[in-house]
């Protein structure tokens, strides 16, 4: 099970921390990745990371802004978000890859394992 925190109501310019933690299975040895849905729109890939937290791959739109890390013994997933913007606005989801030890990817389908989600709200 993964579940999600850290999300809330933040005006443009602000920073957030999610967090995503892990139980009843160890996902130190999944990629593991942060997804986001506005109302109406597909879901869309933010960030991911390595199963060793060595390789991070960011979406255009979050490069430079989002920092993706892991912490294995804390089975949980972080991701800093600064300089938010109103675009930024929506569901956060983060998820597991299927197969262990596998890569860093975007593609949704990819992902097995999902957590419930956190909203994020920027506000102009």
């Known amino acids: 099970q993964l579940v999600e925190s850290g999300g809330g109501l933040v005006q443009a310019g602000g920073s957030l921390r999610l967090s995503c933690a892990a139980s009843?299975?160890?996902?130190?040895?999944?990629?593991m990745g942060w997804f986001r849905q506005a109302p109406g729109q597909a879901r869309e890939f933010v960030a991911g990371?390595?199963?060793?937290?060595?390789?991070?791959s960011y979406g255009d739109s979050v490069k430079g802004r989002f920092t993706l890390s892991r912490d294995n013994v804390k089975n949980t997933l972080y991701l800093q978000m600064n300089s938010l913007k109103p675009e930024d606005t929506a569901v956060y989801y983060c998820?597991?890859?299927?197969?262990?030890?596998?890569?860093?990817?975007?593609?949704?389908?990819?992902?097995?394992?999902w957590g419930q989600g956190t909203q994020v709200t920027v506000s102009s």
């Open positions: 998820a597991a890859k299927a197969t262990p030890l596998d890569s860093v990817s975007r593609y949704v389908s990819l992902y097995k394992f």
């Open positions: 990371i390595s199963w060793s937290g060595s390789a991070t």
């Open positions: 009843g299975r160890s996902m130190s040895t999944y990629a």
